[in-house]
């Protein structure tokens, strides 16, 4: 034994050591302290001196400074819920758009203002460190975007949760112009590395696929098992989500895929090092890319896979991390809801039966009975075109086992129907979770069956789902049929987007309505305040200059200071109806170039536009030309006397909707009556202080109920005359005949004026208003010009305007997704905050 042996060997750091259990505390919330943490953030963990430190370095440093201040609270977040008994909200969804996380995360721990000045203390403006972050652009759209407006708002309502996705490699494409065409390039947000995610690679599941099913003597039960062909492992992502300013972290846990250890060895052996490559690129593809489509289902092998592999790792990791050993599976409801966001999650139904039923042997019934308990299904659509359904040999292919579960639970449904209703054919065919030729498993059909509850997002959009789309199912159970009309985070939209109006709130109602949004009504009365008024215009301004910046840099003019900011961004589709728009702006320009109109009759208007398109979807693509088209030919004719400007600024994502949104005057929502389920867009845009021009759809009927007809400018037929219309037989063509200007603008676009005079490029548009027109574009046009100069002669009194700019904020702070989880709370998940 030497001399050394004898000094005690260091006491190992279990559970219960004051360590383990406050593993870390935060670094002091000072200027002092931040720049303390920052510069080792930078030297240690960077390797870099402040001197010789790029761009990066210090955005990632700062990055990793900010996530200092929240990991205490993270990890006891995380404790607590382990230890804690009440029911958590798992929240199921394939997208998140989250927005750049920096400015967020400063905002929820109170450390904007440190920060600040530490920075500057380091001599580095914090603003370009907030424009050094590539977004993670994880989402599509309006849906993904709803996701990080939930997950923000059940951290700042303390709801114990976990946000579980995929951690897609490229997320939503960056779309560039060239000839004014889209054209799609690989987004590579994870370039700069990641500062605001942990890797657990000890925490990964595994995730099987395909093969065989066989059944088994199981000391005298019969049972089945699947035996897979192939499998992944799912390694989890985690990223901290901040409540505001309550101390509460939750987390967002995404899955990233890489290929197994089995897959590695057998080729390794095999000494084949491209097939060993090939396999490994293979596993990683499932989560390589984000599918760029958000409302028609893609027929991808592919997407199928992602969407198991993700809920099938999550459901894995909820049973055996978060659940404590030896649980009562019986009490799973009281534990858990997992929120499927649309159909992409629902394969989570038919693999929460395969683990109770083939892994922890339960009996059928017993996990049926739990598994209606455990599920919830949010529908987001009314097309038709977009219910996802997938081909039964695909299913069967890919996921044997589950194709099995989906059948007996197929079964036992049309038996209760039929004890229901009898034998009624049409409704056994049409309520039938296997639709026939080609035979498919229609997605929401087993999600509404499964589901304790299926949520519309407005209150229109569940009125037509339990009326049209799911009218059987409402039928036979209409007790699972609510309502939750979608919110947006006041913290990202408000707050962070439009810092100027929170000062002119905050100085008018003090603080505290940025978690209790309803108090914004406390503004009507400012409204009738002169100065306010004065105060809420100048902000407005002031937000047009900063967007200035943005189209300076792109298009070399900026907004007139009395253009009137009309804008309308959000996915490039049909039902949305650009199109409307485009055909008011050719209305327009119509009137001066024939001498109709003298343009300085013209109220000044800039027409903004911020829309991707599926790369796949050719007529979208072609409006987005046609847009670019128009607004070259607009912009540039010295007739118009500089009176109207179009602009598109390419890549309409969170952070640019950040920068338009809080600068606009009138918010376009002008989708046909009874296609646009919510939206979401709209309530950003009223909480900001845009006025809207919209049709009675999704949200938008919400909107004006609240805000009042005279601070709303409506138009268009509503849903029952759209359904009467097609139901009298529609003919666009009639509605062009009817209406001299509605030709002249669909002719100036077959002229060729906009495309150099070659008539063919956008004569595919027009053609399919004359002769198709699904949703109604000509239909709607009258009615939308004439909105349109109330729009005009409602902005002629500033004043008058800017008061219902601040009706629509203090009207409308029903929108906050705080709002939209109590919601979900009180009538799906009965779940409760902590503390
Ligand atoms: C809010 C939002 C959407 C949804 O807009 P809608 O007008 O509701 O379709 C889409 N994309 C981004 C980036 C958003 O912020």
């Not at 260091?10 to 510069?39: C, Q």
């Not at 992409?344 to 009975?369: G, N, Q, S, T, Y």
């Not at 309308?568 to 589709?573: A, D, G, I, S, W």
């Amino acid at each position: 034994m030497s001399e050394n042996d004898k000094t005690p060997a260091p006491r190992p750091l279990t559970a219960t050591h004051p360590l383990a259990l406050a593993p870390v505390s935060s670094p002091p919330a000072t200027v002092d302290g931040f720049v303390r943490e920052f510069l080792v953030n930078l030297n240690l963990e960077r390797g870099v001196a402040l001197s010789s430190a790029t761009e990066t370095d210090k955005y990632l440093a700062l990055a990793s400074t900010v996530r200092d201040y929240l990991v205490a609270r993270w990890l006891e977040d995380q404790r607590r819920q382990r230890a804690d008994q009440s029911k958590a909200v798992c929240y199921l969804s394939a997208e998140y758009l989250l927005g750049r996380q920096l400015d967020n995360n400063l905002l929820a721990s109170g450390l904007t203002d440190i920060a600040t000045q530490a920075l500057a203390a380091c001599g580095i403006d914090i603003d370009s460190m907030r424009a050094h972050e590539v977004e993670p652009g994880l989402g599509n759209g309006g849906l993904g975007r709803l996701a990080a407006c939930f997950i923000d708002s059940l951290a700042t309502l303390s709801v114990p949760s976990i946000g579980y996705g995929i951690r897609y490699e490229y997320g939503i494409f960056r779309q560039v112009f060239r000839d004014g065409q889209q054209i799609e390039k690989p987004d590579a947000w994870l370039a700069l590395g990641s500062p605001w995610e942990f890797r657990h690679p000890e925490a990964a599941q595994t995730v099987s696929f395909a093969g065989h099913t066989e059944t088994y003597d199981d000391d005298g039960v019969l049972r089945s098992r699947w035996v897979p062909a192939w499998s992944v492992r799912a390694v989890p992502y985690n990223y901290m989500v901040p409540g505001y300013q309550n101390g509460r972290v939750n987390t967002l846990r995404l899955w990233s895929a890489e290929a197994t250890k089995a897959f590695d060895l057998r080729t390794f052996n095999s000494g084949d090092y491209v097939e060993a490559v090939r396999a490994q690129t293979f596993a990683e593809n499932i989560s390589k890319v984000l599918y760029p489509e958000d409302s028609t289902p893609q027929g991808k092998e592919l997407r199928l896979q992602q969407q198991y592999f993700f809920v099938a790792a999550s459901i894995a990791d909820y049973m055996s991390k978060v659940l404590p050993e030896d649980f009562d599976l019986t009490k799973l409801p009281d534990r858990v809801i997992f929120q499927l966001n649309d159909t992409h999650p629902v394969i989570a139904v038919p693999e929460m039966m395969r683990v109770l039923v083939d892994e922890r042997k339960l009996d059928w019934d017993a996990a049926w009975a739990i598994t209606q308990k455990c599920f919830a299904y949010t529908c987001h659509t009314l097309l038709p075109e977009a219910l996802e359904v997938w081909s039964v040999d695909l299913l069967g292919r890919l996921l044997p086992r589950h194709l099995e579960i989906i059948y007996r639970i197929n079964d036992e449904f049309l038996l209760a129907v039929r004890e229901r209703f009898g034998d009624d054919e049409r409704r056994l065919r049409d309520m039938s979770i296997i639709s026939e030729n080609p035979a498919s498993v229609r997605m929401a059909y087993l999600a509404t069956v499964a589901g304790a509850k299926v949520n519309g997002v407005a209150e229109l959009h569940s009125q037509l789902l339990r009326e049209k789309v799911l009218h059987d199912f409402d039928e036979m159970m209409p007790e699972k049929f609510t309502n939750v009309t979608n919110g947006v985070t006041p913290r990202r939209f408000m707050r962070l987007a439009n810092p100027e109006l929170s000062e002119l709130i905050t100085a008018a109602l003090g603080t505290g309505w940025l978690t209790d949004l309803e108090r914004l009504r406390e503004l009507e009365s400012y409204a009738e305040d002169a100065d306010f008024r004065a105060a809420f215009a100048g902000v407005k301004a002031a937000n047009k200059r900063r967007l200035n910046e943005v189209l300076l840099a792109r298009d070399g003019f900026a907004i007139a200071d009395d253009h009137l900011l009309d804008v309308m961004v959000k996915r490039l589709h049909e039902y949305k109806r650009q199109m409307l728009k485009v055909l008011h702006i050719v209305t327009l320009y119509e009137r001066v170039v024939s001498g109709r109109v003298a343009a300085s009759d013209l109220q000044p208007r800039t027409f903004i536009f911020g829309a991707k398109a599926a790369p796949g979807y050719a007529m979208a693509k072609r409006v987005i030309h046609l847009i670019n088209a128009v607004g070259s030919v607009v912009n540039s004719d010295p007739r118009l006397e500089g009176r109207l400007k179009v602009v598109f600024p390419p890549n309409y994502n969170v952070t640019l909707a950040e920068r338009v949104i809080p600068a606009a005057d009138l918010s376009e929502q002008i989708s046909l009556a009874g296609k646009e389920a919510s939206g979401t867009g709209n309530m950003k845009f009223a909480l900001n202080g845009a006025l809207t021009i919209g049709t009675d759809d999704g949200a938008n009927v919400e909107i004006r109920e609240l805000v009042g007809d005279d601070n709303f400018f409506l138009f268009g037929m509503s849903e029952p005359e759209v359904e009467e219309l097609w139901a009298r037989g529609y003919r666009p063509g009639e509605f062009a005949q009817a209406d001299d200007e509605l030709r002249r603008a669909l002719d100036l676009i077959s002229s060729g004026v906009f495309s150099g005079g070659d008539r063919s490029t956008f004569e595919p548009i027009v053609s399919n208003l004359l002769y198709d027109d699904r949703f109604m574009v000509l239909a709607d046009y009258t009615s939308y010009i004439a909105a349109q100069e109330r729009v005009d002669a409602a902005y002629a009194d500033r004043d008058a305007w800017t008061r219902s700019a601040i009706l629509n904020v203090a009207r409308t702070g029903f929108f906050s997704s705080d709002r939209s989880i109590r919601d979900y709370i009180d009538r799906i998940w009965h779940a409760q905050p902590v503390r």
